[in-house]
Nanobody, 125 residues
Framework: QVQLVESGGGSVQAGGSLRLSCAAS????????MGWFRQAPGKEREGVAA??????YYADSVKGRFTISQDNAKNTLYLQMKSLKLEDTAMYYC????????????????????WGQGTQVTVSS
């Protein structure tokens, strides 16, 4: 069983920065693929960034502003967010999976087996 606990969300002004953390526990094989998703009110959950196989992936909307990283010694996934915009306001979720099924995509929420409870990020003008 994998448990994911996000933290680091909060309220910030546009242009500011936040760093989200996701503390992971459980069998490491089950979380070889990890990602961050977000969901704004009335919108579908969308993939923000993912990391697996030594590579990172980003949604076009956050490229150059967000950085995903992980500290395997601390079993923690991070999302450094800079130059935050109003449209970044959402609940942010950490997700993990041992693998993707054939045709699975990092930005597809159905590719992940485990989810955290989410942490709210609110960006104001």
């Amino acid at each position: 069983q994998v448990q994911l606990v996000e933290s680091g969300g909060g309220s910030v002004q546009a242009g500011g920065s936040l760093r989200l953390s996701c503390a992971a526990s459980g069998y490491s094989y089950s979380r070889r693929y990890m990602g961050w998703f977000r969901q704004a009110p009335g919108k579908e959950r969308e993939g923000v960034a993912a990391i697996y196989g030594g590579l990172t992936y980003y949604a076009d909307s956050v490229k150059g502003r967000f950085t995903i990283s992980q500290d395997n010694a601390k079993n923690t996934l991070y999302l450094q967010m800079k130059s935050l915009k109003l449209e970044d306001t959402a609940m942010y979720y950490c997700a993990a999976s041992p693998a993707f099924s054939y045709g699975g995509r990092w930005y597809d929420s159905s590719s992940y087996n485990y989810w955290g409870q989410g942490t709210q990020v609110t960006v104001s003008s």
